[in-house]
């Protein structure tokens, strides 16, 4: 047998098997040369046994910690106090506290009070007034079942390219601070890029993936081509389809630019026909997290991505964007469907905040 190497602790098992070589008579000189330690040592673990009969080792004293509870106390409220502070690298937060101690040590204090470093979620840019109108609209459809729910055709648009900036920043925060505003980073309506599909959904069934035709002119998409691509076309299509059959409908469309102007004039007239709308003015501004079509996204897009070979070129990620939308489960349509009466709850307890949807 191997001789123990000086200061090891032994093992509760080899503490066990000296206390019983001891027990049956054995000297404390014979039990350490069988077992090769110390006889100091086997004495010293038969008198603790008396006291610790398991065989456990009598506590450390370790290391003197370099920081006093109030030290700790003062780390924390540091790093929690702004968004910024949740952001500074360790060395930075040693400096700026004139703590002359490895980063380490600081990331073991935060640890220890219960801060993850974890990377910022995205959510959209909240001002009062958008509170204000998620939490009235959440106030005023609390009460809608899913037999309501059923009959919301939801819409959206999509942006998605090759290389796309995937970039990821963390910050330090509690379990239950996911979505505090200090944590996350502020998403913003993106403009018209690469390739850009709409889409519609109700609880049962998916419109067909429109690609929008690019704007020769390089100008942001508006309302006559919103009009003309989606509107006047698979939407107009799509809501015949559902009222045949489920009855009366509901159309959601965002608060987007193109969703005005010519759009709503359009849309008036075909209120006269039975076209029920949610609407600018009626779907909060700034809300996708409220839009069960931003979850449905984010499955396409995690299903292209997972192609392979992954789509390279633009005819490439047209193809692959319609392949993978028409292989769609709909129980998951269902499942996102299933969650508003959720999200509206979230919204109010957020007090018209961004939930985590």
Not at 249 to 269: F, L, N, T
Request: hydrophobic content about 35%.
């Amino acid at each position: 047998m191997e001789a123990t190497t000086r200061g090891r602790e032994l093992s509760p098992g080899m503490r066990m098997e000296i206390i019983g070589m001891c027990e049956g008579g054995i000297s404390f000189a014979a039990v350490g040369r069988k077992l090769n330690v110390s006889e100091d040592t086997v004495r010293k673990i038969w008198n603790r046994q008396k006291i610790v009969p398991s065989g456990e080792s009598a506590p450390r004293s370790g290391r003197r910690s370099k920081f006093t509870d109030q030290d700790r106390r003062h780390i924390v409220r540091y790093v929690t106090k702004n968004r910024t502070t949740r952001r500074e690298p360790l060395a930075d937060i040693s400096k700026d506290l004139n703590l002359n101690v490895h980063p380490d040590t600081i990331a073991k204090v935060l640890k220890d009070a219960g801060l993850n470093h974890r990377i910022e979620r995205k959510r959209p840019f909240l001002t009062n007034e958008h509170r204000k109108k998620r939490l009235e609209f959440a106030h005023k459809y609390i009460h809608f079942t899913l037999d309501d729910w059923i009959r919301v055709i939801f819409t959206d648009e999509m942006v998605m390219q090759t290389g796309q900036d995937v970039g990821q920043h963390r910050v330090w925060r509690f379990p239950e601070e996911e979505y505090k505003e200090d944590c996350c980073a502020a998403t913003h309506i993106s403009g018209f890029k690469k390739i850009k599909v709409w889409g519609g959904m109700h609880y049962g069934k998916l419109s067909a993936l429109v690609v929008l035709e690019e704007n020769k002119e390089n100008e942001n998409f508006n309302a006559e081509e919103y009009c003309s691509q989606i509107l006047d076309n698979e939407l107009f299509n799509f809501w015949m389809i559902s009222m045949e059959e489920l009855g009366n409908v509901i159309v959601m469309e965002d608060g987007a630019p193109y969703h005005k102007g010519v759009a709503s004039v359009r849309r008036k007239q075909y209120e006269e026909d039975g076209w029920i709308s949610w609407g600018p003015g009626i779907w909060p501004p700034n809300s996708p997290d409220l839009n069960p079509m931003e979850n449905l996204w984010r499955i396409l897009r995690i299903n292209v991505r997972r192609r392979n070979p992954r789509p390279m070129k633009k005819a490439e990620l047209i193809a692959a964007l319609k392949e993978e939308w028409e292989k769609l489960d709909i129980s998951q349509v269902q499942n996102l469907i299933r969650s508003m009466p959720d999200r509206l709850r979230a919204v109010i307890a957020a007090k018209g905040g961004s939930i985590g949807y």
